[in-house]
């Protein structure tokens, strides 16, 4: 059984509390205050990040952001990693990734499964760039 990886845009308050208490992570993320924006990868955030790696953007979902201490599967993204990202995956078509796709033969229901999350990926780290926000990404 694979891990799921979601990302959620916080404020800055809101990162700072849970950077304080992880345990009350989704205390924080589920307050009706909250940003809506959710980028849930489902297992997709393994093959995607593989993608990104090989099509040369330096994205790694995996490495990228800080784990927050006291956590095992937490981690915070900086306003400007959020920026940075969002530029990246902007400025990078799937097709792009699509060309570094290694199984053979090619399945389309993959394809479309990678593109279907690259689309939510590329969209959530757009809105919360736009908003100048932190997110912290949760693995599980």
């Given at each position: ?125 757009g809105s919360a760039a736009a908003a100048g926000t932190a997110a912290v990404m949760s693995m599980g």
């Amino acid at each position: 059984m694979g891990t799921i990886v979601s990302f959620k845009r916080v404020s800055d308050a809101q990162l700072a509390k849970i950077i304080a208490d992880p345990d009350n992570y989704w205390e924080v993320v589920d307050d009706p205050d909250s940003a809506e924006t959710d980028g849930y990868l489902d297992k997709a955030w393994s093959d995607l990040s593989e993608l990104l790696m090989s099509s040369g953007t330096q994205i790694d979902l995996g490495a990228d952001g800080e784990l927050i201490d006291g956590s095992e599967d937490l981690f915070s993204w900086s306003p400007a990693l959020v920026q940075r990202t969002a530029e990246k995956l902007r400025d990078t078509p799937f097709a792009t990734l699509a060309a570094h796709y290694e199984n053979e033969p090619v399945d389309e229901d993959d394809l479309d499964y990678l593109h279907e999350y690259y689309e939510v990926l590329v969209k959530f780290f757009g809105s919360a760039a736009a908003a100048g926000t932190a997110a912290v990404m949760s693995m599980g």
